[in-house]
């Protein structure tokens, strides 16, 4: 790389070629004024600020765009520089409204710290200042014109890092500013609401709505801590005046680099929200609930938890953790499950998303987590996304997918809906519900047929190929194309896009593993890493992304019924008699009872007492009509949460817990990054810890679990998981570590199978296509598939009581294609009712060609629209994970009861 020399303010510097006058002074320590300039985006110039003089020059240049040149001389702060910015100054000055002492961003205006150190005379030019001009048309941001300084820093991060360029310069001269196209209100652009248009305005031009009036930035402290939204894993900064959270903004953390998105920066407002638990409540036996000490409370727990132990075994009681509290609490309730009740019946919501994810890479390549980092996916040549709606779900990822086009990546998509995504693809897949095996194996017979595969990997890094490579030869993208409904065409390039790249990421979620053939679908994800060599090397690999903040965690604590922490198996004499004479107790030797499989054991009354912390299955559990019978047919329910959930409801008690921003400990995100929680505010009324609460009942059932801190907990961890060997909170200060990392002075693992996999050899699974467990038919001929949507998360405890969100999202939806929509005569936002063999529902149409004819979509999110009425608890003989992505149902229009309601699929059809 060729280097050049130049002097700034008398001080020699020597830099790359091409790099600009700005990049070296801050080489040199010199801060420069900018109002438009954004480190990694385009460089514009528009504000003039960081104006510099160079010898020679005729005028004075702007730093930001003029490229430092060899013997260049640069002054930054002589008279003439000093001079030119004042009056920049006073020229901005006088076409903005000075409202300083009112204004939300007084104390961090950049233009009113610039026009302090250069003495700038706001009246010099007179005023000509706009009038107050407000956007209040959404509940996120109050977007105020007058205070514009026209930078172009929002419109800039919107087009470059957002990729939706919502926004922009519309207008000429005095009248310019900016605004969505032709002028348009935002909540009517194609705008996300991720807010870093809000974090980057240097002015008082875009505001929070949550946080105006609720104080000043040097009332404000600010808390770093992780999300608690998806597996992301961003950090955050919580606001706090008084005690209360004020509003929220991006940290600087390793995965998101201070971006976020709509929830992790307008959802915050649920942590005090009125409907918070405060005190313990037992249900009387009029089956109201009413306050109850904490003794009583836990001494009643205690009782009936001991009583069901004694009189009817250890498995007839179950505990369900949580992927949304830290690993520390989750290793503490496996424990008190395992060592205190005596059983492995300890599971959690892992099993409704990612059991699958777990079991099929563990069989391939010995471990069952993201092969890769987050942040090496900008990094590959080519992007395979099937089953995730990655923009809506997981959007700070999405940001990756779309840095990688803009740096010439290939993007191949494959989804049964058309998500935002799907139209950045160069290859778009719309697949049935349900064919993801035909459609891998289809494009594995493409590779291997035009020898596209990676020979010497599969020689000397895997076994078993032979078998695959007859059971795909079976798989011709023809044939393939009768099961998929792609065209054979289309297979055959998304094939060849994948296979020729030098390193081709894939990611995944629920779109694949949430299948009655969930493990056989991985299986099949790995065999095609596997079988082009895209593993063991950066931005590469399989890579699934975790629903929830800690599910990874979760599973890596061991709440699951068939391994202790670290996935060792519960079955291993060796590994079990090492958790024994840690605990200090004789442990059970059998796997214990899934999610799906306690609530089956419930209705049929063999388990008679299940303890819940923090889930909710009357949301987020298929057929749910199901689940209310079978915990109505428990004789004890406890519900440990921080909202009064639908499952709460049928609880015999209630335990108030501590919510993310008032508790310390760890999260670990869907890359393995284990990282830092930090507490913010106080938990309200007698809310507490989720770990001291297990730890009480446990002392009560006369198990002394006696910790000190979750640093305590975690050391625990770490000396009986490799995984974790090395993790401790002290060494998670700023980037935290990605494991397996199996010792102290272990840097972490940014990508796993690196020379050998955790197995030894990948194994190649010979994989046959199966139909979903219940396929349309004459009484139900719809496919309906589920998911989530950007503005609410899995049960919408949380974002449902987020003002904003809910504002802008109140109700569900089923999405209809209008061909679909005109047969039943339905109309947009016109209510229908759907029904499947479990159960009906009432819910608003939105017609839209993200579906295709014969399927439709609905989020999960809302009760009393629920969509698991109607999914099928089918479930994944290998996993157990259910069926939530493909039922069969029947649509009809809502009609008056004189009229029949018309069917789409039936005969009624014209």
């Known amino acids: 790389m060729a280097m050049v020399n130049l002097t700034i303010d008398g001080r020699e510097v020597t830099v790359e070629a091409g790099a600009t006058v700005l990049s070296a002074a801050e080489t040199l320590g010199i801060e420069l004024p900018q109002l438009c300039y954004l480190k990694g985006l385009s460089p514009t110039g528009r504000c003039r600020m960081c104006l510099v003089e160079v010898q020679g020059a005729r005028t004075l240049l702007t730093a930001c765009t003029t490229p430092a040149g060899n013997g260049m001389v640069v002054y930054t702060d002589s008279e003439r520089v000093r001079a030119a910015r004042k009056t920049i100054l006073e020229l901005l000055l006088s076409n903005h409204r000075t409202d300083c002492l009112s204004c939300e961003k007084n104390g961090e205006c950049k233009l009113q710290e610039y026009a302090y150190d250069y003495g700038a005379d706001a009246e010099l030019f007179g005023k000509t200042t706009r009038a107050p001009e407000l956007d209040n048309t959404n509940p996120f941001i109050e977007r ?36 969505p196209p032709h002028d348009k209100p935002i909540e009517e652009s194609t705008c996300v609401f991720c807010g870093n248009c809000v974090q980057v305005c240097p002015v008082g031009a875009l505001t929070p709505k949550l946080s105006i009036g609720k104080g000043r930035v040097w009332e404000i402290e600010k808390v770093e801590t992780v999300c608690p939204y998806c597996g992301t894993g961003c950090l955050v900064n919580l606001h706090v005046k008084n005690g209360k959270i004020v509003g929220a903004s991006g940290a600087d953390g390793p995965v998101n680099h201070g971006l976020t998105c709509v929830k992790g920066r307008f959802g915050m407002d649920f942590i005090q929200h009125p409907d918070r638990l ?7 036996a009029s089956g109201e609930f009413r306050t ?28 369900f953790s949580s992927a949304k509290v830290s690993n520390e609490v989750n290793y503490v309730m496996q424990k008190f499950t395992r060592a205190c009740l005596g059983t492995n019946n300890v599971d959690h919501c892992a099993r409704l998303c990612h059991a699958s994810t777990v079991a099929g890479l563990a069989a391939a390549f010995g471990s069952g987590a993201m092969t890769n980092s987050i942040g090496e996916i900008s990094g590959a040549k080519a992007i395979f996304v099937i089953g995730s709606n990655t923009t809506e779900n997981h959007p700070v990822i999405g940001l990756q997918v779309k840095e990688a086009l803009k740096s010439g990546g290939r993007l191949i998509v494959a989804d049964p809906r058309r998500t935002d995504l799907a139209a950045l693809a160069h290859v778009f897949v719309q697949h049935v519900p349900g064919s993801d095996i035909a459609l891998l194996n289809g494009m594995m017979n493409v590779i291997i047929e035009k020898g596209l595969y990676d020979r010497e990997f599969v020689e000397t890094r895997t076994e078993n190929f032979e078998a695959l490579k007859k059971c795909v030869a079976e798989y011709t993208p023809e044939k393939v194309a009768e099961v998929t409904g792609v065209p054979a065409q289309t297979i055959v390039q998304a094939a060849i896009e994948y296979a020729q790249a030098e390193s081709a990421s894939i990611i995944y979620s629920m779109g694949i593993t949430q ?12 065999n095609l890493a596997m079988l082009t060599g895209n593993l063991g090397k950066p931005s590469a690999g399989v890579n699934p992304l975790r629903g929830q903040n800690n599910v990874q965690g979760a599973c890596d604590m061991g709440a699951l019924p068939n391994s202790y922490p670290g996935y060792q198996a519960v079955t291993n004499p060796e590994i079990r008699a090492k958790f024994e004479k840690a605990w200090g107790r004789r442990l059970p030797d059998k796997v214990g009872l899934t ?8 209705h049929e009354g063999k388990l008679k007492a299940i303890y819940i912390m923090g889930e909710n299955p009357m949301v987020s559990d298929p057929d749910i009509n199901h689940v209310r019978e079978a915990l109505e047919n428990l004789e004890f329910l406890v519900v440990q949460d921080i909202f009064m959930t639908e499952t709460a409801k049928l609880a015999d008690v209630v335990l108030p817990a501590t919510s993310f921003a008032e508790e310390d400990g760890t999260f670990t995100n869907t890359e393995r990054r284990v990282q830092l929680l930090r507490p913010a505010v106080k938990a309200p009324g007698e809310a507490r810890s989720d770990w001291k609460i297990i730890c009480d009942i446990a002392s009560r059932m006369g198990y002394e679990m006696s910790y000190g801190s979750t640093a305590e907990i975690m050391e625990e961890v770490a000396s009986l998981t490799p995984l974790y060997g090395g993790i401790t909170h002290d060494r998670l200060e700023g980037d935290g570590l990605q494991w397996p990392c199996p010792d102290k002075d272990h840097p972490g693992t940014p990508y796993l199978h690196k020379g050998k996999f955790s197995r030894g050899l990948g194994l190649f699974t010979a994989v046959e296509h199966v139909p979903p467990a219940e396929v349309p038919d004459d009484e139900y001929p719809l496919v309906l598939t589920t998911g989530r949507m950007l503005f609410h998360f899995h049960t919408g405890s949380m974002t449902r009581r987020s003002k904003g969100l809910h504002k802008h999202r109140p109700e569900g939806y089923i999405e209809l294609h209008p061909e679909t929509a005109q047969k039943l005569g339905v109309g947009d936002g016109e209510m229908v009712r759907v029904s499947s063999r ?19 979509f609905m989020p999960f ?17 290998k996993s157990k994970i259910p069926e939530f992505k493909a039922c069969a149902v029947k649509v009809e229009k809502l009609a008056d009861e004189a009229e029949s309601p018309v069917v789409a699929g039936s005969s009624c059809e014209s």
């Open 838 to 856: 479990r159960g009906q529902i009432k819910v608003k149409a939105l017609v839209t060609t993200r579906t295709s004819p014969k399927v439709v």
């Open 861 to 877: 999110h809302f009760a009393e629209s629920a969509a698991n009425v109607l999914t099928n608890a089918a479930l994944d003989p």
């Open 595 to 602: 999610v799906t499989e306690a609530v089956n054991a419930a």
């Open 144 to 179: 105020d014109l007058s205070k514009c300084v026209l930078c172009g820093r929002c419109s800039t991060v919107c087009k470059e890092i957002q990729g939706v360029s919502a926004i922009g310069f519309v207008g000429r001269g005095y009248d310019t500013k900016v605004a």
């Open 292 to 319: 109850a000490t904490w003794d009583e409370a836990l001494d009643l727990v205690s009782s009936k938890l001991g009583e069901y132990v004694k009189e009817y075994g250890s498995d007839s009681v179950a505990t």
């Open 515 to 526: 299948h009655a053939c969930g493990t056989d679908n991985v299986l099949t994800i790995a």
């Open 278 to 284: 405060t005190t313990p409540l037992i249900k009387d």
